[in-house]
């Protein structure tokens, strides 16, 4: 019905006529036409639409002969596409027009939806955001990782509510957007991207943020700080017990909170004085470091230095007690460990059995203990106080032992540094040092000791060692033998140059690895396996052959004698291989025999005609395929003119011309030799040329290998004809065509497929169709509709998707026909397809946006309602329906205000109802619900006209979001707020705050009353320039950026110095502070002011310091017995004193070993008083020294306590008085004379002190006055025994006298008893 009729004139409708034939015609002027709408018309008038593509059709001269088209139905799609398209503007018109953000990216994050809000609120239109992308363009840095974490759950269909989206407008205003992360699907429910329905809660978070900011503070810095925290309420029980408290203590927080602080954590003892603090607290009366015992649940005793801050509620109203603490336990035992420690070094340094020595920062020599002095011979007295370097050191070493000193004084310690020291006999010693720095109390570094170890003779050792080994490792590397080597395990421990260069393996990549397992193949395993286990037990092998193998090639033969290697000690440590490179000799012999072996077999059997002449051009090789295809056997050839005799004379040229050149060395591929058989048939051996040389190269003739191509030719020549025709309409063709063969490799792949596809034909012919260009989803039905036409079952319009070169997808509308071969037989599949994925997309993207709309609503996470203009519920989704407990089928065509809103609420929500529906849409509107069960909730609205596809408008939809918890958190998060500004203004402790730059944000009123600088003196200024001297301030920097890091800081001693410059010691802990997200914001550091404590403890270690010089240097000898009378202490006095040195005296009984019998009594009564607390002073210790000396030692006998003040054994304290006893013995007798001298004279002797008092009177005097000496002595002598007239002159004599002023011969009036006067000649001399 159709062939040989017009096509335009009698199946196309008048009205494109034209058009059709317009394709048509550039068709035929070569102009091909793709993707075509052609309209067709069925025998019954039905319209069918095509999509042609028309190509040009050529005769084999490349003559237009025609059009040829190939179309495809695609009716259905355009019928789906109108109807899909009005889904598609409602949903539009709903993301545009809603008063609420809505933003949706496509599976690569770029955006697909920018509706009007979202372009009023951010200041981007719609043209430039779509198609960029969304996290990399309009999301913060910080902020980045997060969002597109919510976006890829939602892209794996795990959808997101609540999420708080931060955004930056245009203008640089920084938006909060509370938002719900849908899953958008497409037809096939397969993910498409997300879309993110929005509410603005920028101005809601600022309020929240900061109310919750410091509320988070609050718990963080009660909960994470560093130091022990605890609050009580007004009736002492526990509310707060920090993570601090817990770990120091014991005690969890569930343990504590709720009980009674003083009676369940407080001991007895101490309970009134707790109960007072915190009353007084209670009162308003806050108390500061304030020491307050706990103890923990081991029943350990933790000294903790309080301040206790009264807690107020909101209108300040006291509410309870809140203590920041230290816990200073540490402290309080450092004094005891201070005494010890100092007990400790000097025994250390004396005693070490390795040499010491110490020097001051002037290099000066302060210690020098024992060992040092025996191995040198410099006692220590000959070393003290000089200079290490010049005295003791050589010229040639002093510049690198004074860098090692310069540097331990800068504080830069040196490990194993190798000391050269000369002793004073002229012997050279090596010492292994540490260098380590000597600081003071506070830190400053006062000079180096260093703590050594004699090397001398394990380095003289060493070095004769290492010349041997060195020697081993040279021999081995240089040898110009391959060596190699293995441990008692098999691995390889020797591998020199020569071996890594034939085995090609290099010295790093064999050393540790197993030989046999790694370097010989699979079948030589057992073989070397077994020459390795024998020469391990001692049993050597010689000449074994051993091949190496790199990647599965042989690299050498090696011809080695295995050999036992031993240790120091004779013990078996290995095995050492020597060994010859036998591989060229073994591959000249194998090769000679193959080659001749194969020249045999090659020439006589070989499937191709073989011909051979000598330089005469003579037959000399002929063999059986030459003479099946030419009919001469090999005896009728042999030694004939090839080209004479077997070659047609128009061609004898050419040939002799190429075996010419051959026999000049001059070989020829692919010559076309003509030849003419016994019967007359012509032959075409295509033949290769190839010079024949003996073996010491010289030319000895022609071997020609050929093949057979006569009927080969003929046949190309008929099917290069077809062929062309096939591959001009294949290749020329508008449409995509590929081919595949029986395997399914790609056969055809015409240009349109590669402009198509970006795959060249080059790159598809050959590669497996499904495996190389389908997708793993789609790689099973492609592969069915290809098999079914392998075997005949053709196919017709199958979608058969495909990939481009740069990952889009395209889909081709397919028809999948058999291919068959000259017999029928099926050779493979031909496919002549259309490109309809821009119909596809369309199709899609329209029914995609149509499911949108339904699931955006039902599926949100977030309550959407709508009404229609009558106010009657038109929507009601899964969110609404599980937030308020109504079913959509309650609601659906219910009046939504009188139903749903309270009495009081309808008023206002029928006016944002009434606007909306006036076009006027209200944002962020509180929405006031009551459940189906009475619950209320706060829905946050935007009410958003609805319009039809005219624009009219048809109703209102609501977005919302239940904020009901979010304002209960609201309303706690600010008491907890100004709960912590409270804590930290009036906290009875210092606390401050810095920020990420180190600038100060937080200085209650305790660091202001501390410090003298005001709040507003210290707020914004960086803490570390403006507070800290230079000497701490790289120390405190450290501290505050670690914890800036996260790094917290525990009992830092944190220096401050206050507006007067006097310095202020803060024990600190420095504490993260964190943002609402995690994010660190700053550092709070909640301290105590130890400044006493530290002043106390600084003296402490002074008197400990002191405590050590003053027992050895003191110039009085000094003694220490235990509890047990045992030596402790032995000074330096004592041992030169008594002859015994300190080694001689410690730990033995001081009383049995060093006091003579008739006195251990008294001492040993002493000792146990003192023992016991009862001091001793001036108690006469008789002592013998070694050499039998006697000494008397006035001493005082103190108890020693330790930290607790329990008495750990006595400490004595001397003078040796023993030449002042012999003085004091002399000096007696001589009183004693003088004082029978006076008493017994028969003169009148008397006496007055300094103030004219009577002190002698002797008995002569008594006689002759009458007045006895008691009567005299202590009154005034002028004025009681001297006559008023005289008084004067006796006075100026006396007061003369006492001015050293003697009188003699003076006549002394003296008035009796009786009233007589009596007249004395005197002599007046000054007593001293």
């Not at 601090?244 to 014991?250: D, F, I």
Request: with cysteine.
């Amino acid at each position: 019905e159709t062939i040989g009729k017009h096509l335009v004139s009698n199946f196309i409708t008048e009205e494109f006529k034209d058009s059709v034939q317009n394709v048509l015609a550039a068709a035929l002027s070569g102009k091909d036409t793709a993707n075509f709408e052609f309209p067709l018309f069925t025998k019954h008038g039905k319209r069918k639409e095509i999509l042609l593509n028309a190509t040009t059709r050529r005769g084999p001269d490349g003559e237009v002969t025609g059009v040829i088209g190939v179309g495809q139905d695609i009716t259905r799609i355009r019928e789906i596409t109108s109807e899909q398209q009005r889904n598609a503007e409602d949903l539009a018109r709903l993301i545009d027009t809603a008063n609420a953000p809505i933003f949706g990216v496509d599976l690569q994050g770029m955006v697909t939806e920018w509706n009007r809000k979202a372009a009023d609120m951010l200041g981007y239109t719609k043209d430039e955001t779509i198609g960029k992308a969304f996290v990399q363009n309009f999301i913060q840095p910080e902020d980045k990782t997060s969002v597109e974490e919510v976006i890829q759950r939602a892209m794996t269909g795990c959808e997101t509510a609540n999420f708080t989206l931060p955004l930056v407008s245009k203008l640089g205003k920084c938006y909060t957007v509370l938002l719900n992360a849908t899953t958008r699907r497409d037809a096939k429910g397969k993910i498409t991207g997300v879309v993110g329905v929005g509410q603005d809660i920028t101005e809601l978070n600022s309020v929240m943020a900061e109310s919750k900011r410091v509320a988070d503070d609050l718990m963080r810095l009660i909960e994470t700080a560093n130091a022990p925290i605890f609050g009580i309420d007004v009736e002492g029980k526990v509310t707060e017990w920090n993570a601090k408290a817990s770990s120091l203590l014991g005690f969890t927080k569930s343990e504590t909170m709720g009980k009674s602080l003083v009676g369940n954590f407080i001991t007895e003892e101490f309970k009134d004085s707790v109960k007072a603090v915190l009353r007084a607290a209670l009162m308003g009366n806050e108390t500061a470091n304030f020491e307050f015992p706990l103890f923990t649940k081991g029943g350990e005793k933790k000294a903790i230095l309080l301040n206790a801050t009264t807690r107020r509620g909101p209108e300040g109203e006291i509410t309870g007690v809140i203590g920041v603490g230290q816990d200073i336990t540490q402290i309080r035992e450092i004094t005891s460990e201070h005494e010890r420690i100092a007990d400790d070094l000097s025994r250390l340094i004396e005693t070490a059995n390795a040499p010491i020595f110490g020097v001051d920062l002037n290099g000066m020599v302060t210690e020098w203990n024992r060992k040092a002095a025996e191995m040198l011979g410099f006692a220590k007295e000959d070393t003290i106080g000089k200079a290490l370097v010049e005295h003791f050191i050589q010229p040639e070493n002093r510049r690198s032992v004074t860098d090692v000193l310069s540097k331990a004084l800068a504080g830069e310690e040196t490990a194993n540094y190798e000391l050269p020291l000369l002793s004073k006999f002229g012997e050279p010693y090596t010492v292994l040092l540490n260098a380590t720095t000597r600081r003071d109390a506070r830190g400053k570094i006062i000079g180096v000791v260093g703590v050594g170890q004699d090397i001398t003779t394990l380095n003289r050792l060493m070095a004769e060692s290492k010349r041997v080994a060195d020697d081993l490792t040279r021999l081995i590397e240089t040898a110009n033998a391959p060596i190699f080597g293995v441990d008692t395990q098999g691995q390889v421990t020797e591998w020199n140059q020569k071996l890594a260069d034939l085995s090609q393996f290099s010295k790093s990549e064999t050393l540790g690895k197993p030989l046999v397992t790694n370097f010989i193949t699979e079948e030589y395993h057992g073989h070397v396996s077994l020459v390795l286990l024998k020469a391990l037990h001692g049993e050597e092998t010689a000449s074994f052959e051993l091949p190496l193998v790199k990647n599965g090639e042989k690299k050498a033969v090696l011809l080695l004698n295995a050999t036992t290697r031993r240790g120091p000690d004779g013990e078996v440590i290995g095995v050492i291989c020597v060994g010859q490179d036998i591989t060229q000799i073994n591959a000249m012999t194998l090769e000679q025999q193959l080659v001749a072996d194969d020249l045999a077999r090659l020439v006589d059997s070989a499937n191709a005609p073989i011909f051979g002449v000598d330089i005469n051009g003579l037959v000399n090789e002929w063999n059986k395929k030459a003479v099946s295809i030419l009919g001469f056997d090999k005896d009728e050839a042999m030694g004939r003119h090839l080209v004479h005799t077997f070659i047609q004379p128009e061609d004898r040229k050419s040939v002799a011309d190429v075996l010419h050149k051959a026999l000049a060395g001059k070989e020829t591929a692919n010559y076309e030799l003509p030849l003419l058989s016994k019967h007359g048939e012509r032959y075409t051996i295509l033949l290769n040329a190839t010079t024949r040389r003996n073996g010491r190269g010289e030319i000895t003739g022609v071997v020609g290998v050929g093949q057979d191509i006569t009927e080969l030719n003929q046949v190309m020549a008929e099917s290069k004809r077809v062929a062309d025709d096939l591959t001009r309409l294949i290749e020329t063709a508008n449409a995509p065509i590929f081919g595949i063969d029986v395997q399914g490799n790609v056969s055809e792949w015409n240009a349109k497929a590669s402009s198509l596809l970006g795959f060249s034909k080059v790159e598809t012919i050959g590669k497996h169709l499904v495996s190389n260009f389908i997708t793993e989803e789609f790689k099973s039905s492609v592969d069915q509709v290809l098999n079914s036409a392998l075997l005949g079952k053709e196919t017709a319009n199958f979608e058969f998707p495909m990939f481009t070169r740069s990952g889009e997808r395209k889909y081709i509308l397919l028809n999948a026909t058999t291919r068959r071969g000259p017999g029928g037989e099926v050779t493979g599949v031909i496919g002549v397809g259309q490109d309809i994925t821009q119909i596809r997309e369309v199709t899609d993207e329209q029914k995609r946006v149509a499911d949108d709309l339904s699931r955006l609503i039902e599926t949100a996470n977030a309550p959407i309602f709508g009404v229609d203009t009558r106010g009657m519920v038109t929507e009601w989704n899964r969110k609404a329906a599980d937030l308020l407990g109504y079913t959509k089928e309650e609601t659906v065509g219910k009046n939504f205000v009188e139903r749903f809103i309270q009495r009081e609420n309808q008023s206002s929500v029928g006016d944002v109802l009434q606007k909306a529906l006036s076009g006027e849409e209200t944002a962020n509107f509180s929405l006031p619900l009551l459940s189906k069960h009475g619950n209320r909730y706060t829905v946050l609205l935007n009410a958003t006209t609805r319009r039809d596809g005219k624009g009219d408008v048809t109703g209102v939809v609501g977005v919302g979001q239940d904020i009901t918890e979010l304002n209960q958190v609201m309303a706690e998060s600010k008491r907890v707020a100004d709960d912590l500004m409270r804590l930290i203004e009036t906290a009875n402790a210092p606390i401050f705050g810095i920020d990420t730059s180190f600038n100060v944000t937080e200085w209650n009123a305790k660091a202001s009353s501390l410090l003298e600088f005001t709040k507003e003196e210290a707020m914004g200024r960086n803490l570390v320039m403006n507070f800290i001297t230079e000497e701490f301030r790289d120390s405190v920097k450290e501290v505050l950026h670690q914890a800036l890091k996260g790094n917290e800081t525990a009992n830092f001693e944190f220096p401050l110095f206050n507006k007067s410059g006097e310095r202020r010691d803060i024990l600190l802990n420095a504490t993260t502070r964190r943002g609402p997200d995690g994010e660190i914001t700053g550092v709070i550091g909640v301290g105590q002011d130890i400044t006493q404590i530290r002043e106390s403890t600084s003296e402490q270690m002074r008197i400990a310091d002191d405590l050590s010089r003053l027992i050895e240097s003191a110039n009085a000898p000094i003694f220490g017995v235990d509890l047990k009378a045992l030596v402790t202490e032995w000074n330096r006095k004592a041992a030169d004193m008594l002859g015994y040195t300190k080694e001689e005296t410690m730990g033995k009984n001081f009383v049995q070993n060093f006091i003579q019998p008739q006195d251990r009594e008294s001492v040993h009564n002493v000792l146990r008083r003192a023992l016991s607390g009862e001091e001793t002073a001036n108690f006469e210790l008789p002592l013998i020294s070694k050499h039998g000396k006697r000494y008397t030692v006035l001493l005082n006998a103190t108890p020693r306590r330790d930290s607790k003040g329990a008495v750990m054994g006595v400490v004595g304290v001397g003078q040796d008085i023993t030449e002042l006893d012999k003085v004091m013995g002399e000096a007696k007798h001589v009183a004693d004379d003088l004082t029978r001298l006076i008493e017994t004279a028969n003169a009148p002797i008397f006496g007055i002190d300094k103030n004219g008092n009577v002190s002698e009177w002797n008995r002569k005097t008594a006689e002759i006055t009458g007045f006895s000496k008691s009567e005299a002595i202590g009154k005034n002598l002028v004025n009681t025994f001297i006559h008023l007239d005289h008084r004067r002159s006796v006075n100026d004599v006396l007061t003369r006298a006492l001015f050293d002023k003697e009188t003699s011969n003076y006549e002394l009036p003296l008035f009796t008893k009786e009233g007589d006067q009596r007249d004395i000649l005197l002599n007046a001399t000054a007593r001293r």
